[in-house]
């Protein structure tokens, strides 16, 4: 069971627009910066938004992250079929002192 | 270029030893905290250790505590995962990253590829 509750599956068909929730508590994502992960099995994982809602260059715009108390969001829009990747979101946590990453969402583009 | 490369996983047996390597290159290795991140097959990434710019600081998951120790050596741009004790459900795709800034706990901008570390019998 992760800190961090991420839903298992998200799915939307091209050009559609999905959100992927991540909830946690105030000793992680209440008190820390949240940070998204796009990862396709046997590559590496691929930085998507950092701060809650920066996208470090390269990221496109359709990406974008928020962050609420101690919940976080990831929205991707005009979905592609190159999304479909599982997604993490991740945040340190200050109680325990360590980084905590959700359980994962795999994004199926229909 | 800016890149992380793992090496040194393998199949090994039950209570044995392992030692894992990141060589860094393309970026100052001694700026930036670093991070081992592992997948186990069919599960989600799982953190497993920090380590801090000069290596005084240093925190782990609950599940590696005792068993393994990261460790780095800034003048030859490297960082080190000593496992030891393995077991079974330690088997996982074994990731080192890169923190973005010298921001304690920031993102992680940079992954290597992963190198595999199986443990059976």
Not at chain 1, 14 to 43: D, F, K
Not at chain 2, 71 to 100: G, I, P, W
Request: charged letters at 15%; proline letters at 4%; hydrophobic letters at 35%.
């Amino acid at each position: 069971q992760s800190v961090l509750t991420q839903p298992p599956s998200a799915s939307g068909t091209p050009g559609q627009r999905v959100t992927i929730s991540c909830s946690g508590s105030s000793s992680n994502i209440g008190s820390n910066t949240v940070s998204w992960y796009q990862h396709l099995p046997g590559t590496a994982p691929k930085l998507l938004i950092y701060n809650n809602n920066q996208r470090p260059s390269g990221v496109p715009d359709r990406f974008s992250g928020s962050k609420s108390g101690t919940s976080a969001s990831l929205a991707i829009s005009g979905l592609q079929s190159d999304d479909e990747a599982d997604y993490y979101c991740a945040a340190w946590d200050d109680s325990l002192n360590v980084v905590v990453f959700g359980g994962g969402t795999k994004l199926t583009v229909l | 270029q800016v890149q992380l490369v793992e090496s040194g996983g393998g199949v090994v047996q039950p209570g044995r030893s392992l030692r894992l390597s990141c060589a860094a290159s393309g970026f100052t290795f001694s700026r930036h905290g670093m991070h081992w991140v592992r997948q186990a097959p069919g599960k989600g990434l799982e953190w497993v250790a920090v380590i801090s710019i000069d290596g005084s600081i240093k925190y782990y998951a609950e599940s590696v505590k005792g068993r393994f120790t990261i460790s780095r050596d800034n003048s030859k741009n490297r960082l080190f995962l000593q496992m030891n004790s393995l077991r079974a459900e330690d088997t996982a795709v074994y990731y080192c990253a890169r923190e973005m800034t010298t921001v304690p706990h920031d993102a992680f901008d940079i992954w290597g590829q992963g190198t595999m570390v199986s443990v059976s019998s």
